[in-house]
């Protein structure tokens, strides 16, 4: 049996936090989009 | 308890009032026509439309079911398969959505262009599997926000159920689509730095990743393996499931027409593909760490559908679990009103084939009457605190087995009504025979069955209906011309004074356009 091979804990932080940026990344976008579809508005 | 019932309901009072109100301020003084209400046609911009469909993905479902797999099913690849389901999905349509514009310019729904194109038998079954999965879906989400309430704060599910069905129903029923994707937008400007917020608390709270890791790799390092063939076999096949059922989810088709261009569309479903992952991930890896702190029971005690919720409750400071409460009511909110909608409008737009020539206005009142059935109806399923899972997954296996045929015919004229019905029930025949919910049920008509598999049963499923579909185009002696599809399906509000002076709309009666489709179909014989 192959023994199970975690991901490091640096992958797994990468993951993590990746995740919790890539959020706030596409907040940033969303707030940009919304304030550039007021102003055409 | 850990936060007391009436902070709880307080919170979720406020802030059901406050969006019930702006969606309704934001409804006053608008056109309010039917073609509004159920589609909000040509109306949102890029930020707009990726807002509603962020909104609309991810309801309180995120808080359950990717934590459930992370945790029970096979840790992150697991998660991993829920959060590639749900983007790939939304990419999809990134690709349908512009072909669906081209083709149906005024379109409304998805059972209209299954009718249009294979004929009433084939859109009797759409139909089905489209609002069984829709209400279950809705139902699951009611379910979801009354267990986590009562859960976290010992809140009463039909005091939940009730409030959030009311304050959901108030603006949804009286401004449609519109207002729900007006509510949207600024819900999602709430839920993502929310769910940043929240969720980068809870890991700080927790000891930060390292700690998490430590844990995890102590007592389940399986689960941060990501090639645990338990984790990718069901990384698999909830691809599957998730991508079939939201291809027949009337919410997307809506927006699509919602999209002010089909370049919008196409940006707006790409962003959020990319928005939901990272989400659905990093709900999933909660799982992980509720498995790896020892906090989940297997057997008769099973909790790992709410593992989530039983990290939150190990050490986390009340503002913490507070953050929950609100991200949980506006996840729910922002997919019960766009539920709420849709299916009415699945129906709402099958109307006037029923009624003798229907007004707008009354087509209007039947959408808002329509409407408050479903949130009745789903409050009430809600309070009632049924597992619904086996429903869910039964909905997605009739979604799996159906979306390749139906979606084949925006691309082939030569897949006939009864080539796609055809396909679609083989499929669910493959799929049921390998299905694990239903085993008993199918056992008593056919007593030997393979080994049950849900990756044979949906990859079954899916593979056979869509390899039939093809199939039958080849073997065909009819053709569709895809040209009909434009002149078949119109506007709601057609023959109505427009904006212009003149008329709108340039689609047949329904009645001789149901002649005109028959003879058509003849004559295409070859």
């Known amino acids: 049996m192959i023994a199970p091979v975690a991901i490091g804990p640096g992958t797994f932080a990468a993951l993590v936090w990746g995740a919790i940026v890539l959020v706030a990344g596409v907040f940033g ?12 508005e | ?38 589609t909000a046609r040509d109306s949102a911009g890029t930020g707009t439309l990726t807002a509603t469909l962020i909104a609309s993905s991810m309801g309180a479902w995120i808080l359950f079911s990717p934590a459930e797999a992370g945790a ?5 690849s697991a998660a991993a398969g829920y959060g590639i389901g749900s983007a790939l999905a939304l990419f999809a349509f990134a690709l349908l959505g512009p072909r669906i514009r081209e083709l149906i310019p005024a ?14 038998a084939m859109y009797a ?6 609002v069984l999965y829709m209400f279950v879906f809705l139902a699951a989400e009611m379910t979801g926000i009354t267990g986590a309430l009562a859960l976290v704060a010992g809140v009463q599910a039909w005091q939940t159920a009730l409030l959030i069905g009311l304050f959901v129903l108030a603006y949804t029923a009286y401004g449609g689509l519109e207002a729900s994707i007006f509510t949207d937008t600024i819900q999602t400007l709430l839920i993502l730095p929310l769910l940043a917020v929240g969720f980068a608390g809870a890991l700080l709270a927790l000891g930060g990743t390292g700690e998490i890791y430590r844990t995890a790799v102590a007592t389940s390092p399986e689960l941060l393996n990501p090639a645990f063939l338990p984790g990718v076999e069901f990384g698999a096949y909830v691809v599957i499931a998730v991508v079939g059922a939201e291809m027949l989810n009337q919410a997307w088709w809506q927006r699509i027409y919602a999209a002010e261009s089909a370049r919008t569309l196409r940006r707006s479903f790409l962003v959020s593909a990319l928005a939901v992952l990272p989400m659905i991930v990093l709900a999933g890896l909660f799982g992980v760490a ?7 029971n297997a057997g008769a005690n099973y909790n790992a559908d709410i593992a989530f919720f039983l990290v939150l409750q190990e050490a986390f400071p009340e503002w913490v679990v507070l953050v929950v409460v609100l991200l949980a009511v506006l996840l729910v909110m922002s997919t019960a009103d766009t539920l709420f909608n849709a299916i009415a409008s699945v129906v709402t737009a099958d109307l006037p084939r029923i009624l003798n020539d229907p007004s707008t206005g009354t087509l209007t009142a039947a959408a808002r009457l ?7 109806a789903a409050a009430w399923v809600g309070a009632q605190g049924y597992s619904v899972l086996a429903l869910f997954l039964t909905a997605d296996l009739l979604a799996a087995a159906t979306f390749l045929p139906l979606l084949a015919g925006l691309y082939t004229e030569e897949l006939t009504g009864g080539g796609a019905l055809g396909s679609s029930l083989a499929g669910l025949l493959v799929g049921l025979a390998f299905f ?27 593979l056979v209906s869509g390899g039939l579909a093809l199939l039958a185009a080849q073997v065909t002696g009819s053709r569709y011309d895809l040209g009909r599809l434009g002149h078949e399906i119109g506007r709601l509000d057609e023959g109505e004074p427009a904006a212009d002076g003149g008329t709108r709309g340039n689609r047949l009666p329904r009645e001789e356009s149901s002649g005109a489709e028959e003879a058509s179909r003849t004559e295409d014989s070859r």
């Open chain 2, 436 to 462: 694990p919910t239903l085993r008993g049920v199918v056992s008593t008509v056919v007593p030997t069955l393979p080994t049950a598999s849900f990756l044979f049963a949906f990859s079954g499923a899916a």
């Open chain 2, 290 to 296: 509720a498995a790896g702190l020892g906090l989940v």
């Open chain 2, 1 to 38: 308890m850990v936060v007391t019932a009436s902070a709880a309901l307080s919170l979720t009072a406020v802030t059901l009032a406050a969006f019930a109100g702006v969606g309704i301020r934001y409804s006053r003084g608008g056109e309010g026509s039917i073609e509004d209400f159920l």
């Open chain 2, 125 to 130: 079954y759409v139909l089905a599997v489209s």
């Open chain 2, 72 to 76: 029970a099913f096979g840790g992150i």
């Open chain 1, 29 to 40: 976008y969303e707030i940009y989009a919304v304030l550039s579809e007021s102003r055409m």
């Open chain 2, 370 to 376: 329509l409407t408050a059935v479903v949130a009745i």
């Open chain 2, 107 to 120: 379109g409304h729904s998805l059972t209209e262009y299954a009718l249009a194109r294979y004929g009433r």
